[in-house]
């Protein structure tokens, strides 16, 4: 797939939630300059004003809704409203996730561990439900889990997320074949070491501060040690994981469901 490459979704519908952060944004923009209209929720509503601004200012149609994804009731009502304002949802892109703390298994905070589930489990569990009503009372669709590499291969001291990702992997593949006699397709993306951005910082200087046998104590020499083990020797652009959505969206994936797109630079 070129990076250049563009899908028609004019007319259509996206909403994303995590919409304010950095894979969101990305994806948001994408689909708007392929015609999209652009529902984002997010819990930080400063940054929702702010992505939603600049998505304004480049004249594309965008709806913000604040929205915890670990509140069952919030999601379902964002949900309703969404669809009310904009006529018609056909595309989620389930994407809003917490990276957890940097531990070793046997040192890994109880709450913690019970954040990251709550987020990455049972928030994407509220919104791929809500995702699959609306979808299936508009007559079809399609779905993007956002997973992550650690989802296929547990990395060290991330014992909740990989336990979450792995969770979004398994969802993705149930999910697809209960509502593939609806029309819609379910897949996921499962991404790995993006940036720059806030998740490559933090994941740097949190692997570093571990002190494991894994990664150096010097967040400079863990940023190398992290792109040594990338095939591609290089991050993924924000743009390359937007291209991933977009593709699973699209038409050309119309025969694609149950899948989970690796966007790991050969990882
Ligand atoms: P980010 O922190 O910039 O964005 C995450 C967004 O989710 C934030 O805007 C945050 O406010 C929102 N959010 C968190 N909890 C929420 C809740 N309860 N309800 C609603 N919104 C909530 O990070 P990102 O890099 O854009 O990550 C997006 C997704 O991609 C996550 O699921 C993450 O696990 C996944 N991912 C990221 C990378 C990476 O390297 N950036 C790699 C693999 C997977």
Known sequence: MSATATYAFQGKTILITGGAGEIGRATAHRFAADGA???????????????AQALKDGGSPVHTF?????????VKQVFAAAAEQTGQIHYVFNNAGYQGAFAKTDEYPEQDFQKVIDINVVGVFHVLKAAAQTLRDGGGGAIVNMASHAGVDGPPNMLAYAASKFAVIGMTQTAAKDLAPY?????????????PGFMWTRQTELQAGVGSQYFDADPKVVEQQMINSVPLRRLGKLAEVANGVAFLM???ASYITGFNLDVTGGQ
């Open 37 to 51: 209209t652009v529902v984002l929720l997010d819990i930080n509503e400063t940054k929702l004003t702010e992505v």
């Open 66 to 74: 604040r929205c915890d994804v670990t509140n069952p009731d919030q």
């Open 183 to 195: 029309g819609i397709r379910v897949n996921a993306l499962s991404p790995s070491l993006i940036g």
């Open 250 to 252: 699209s038409d050309e």
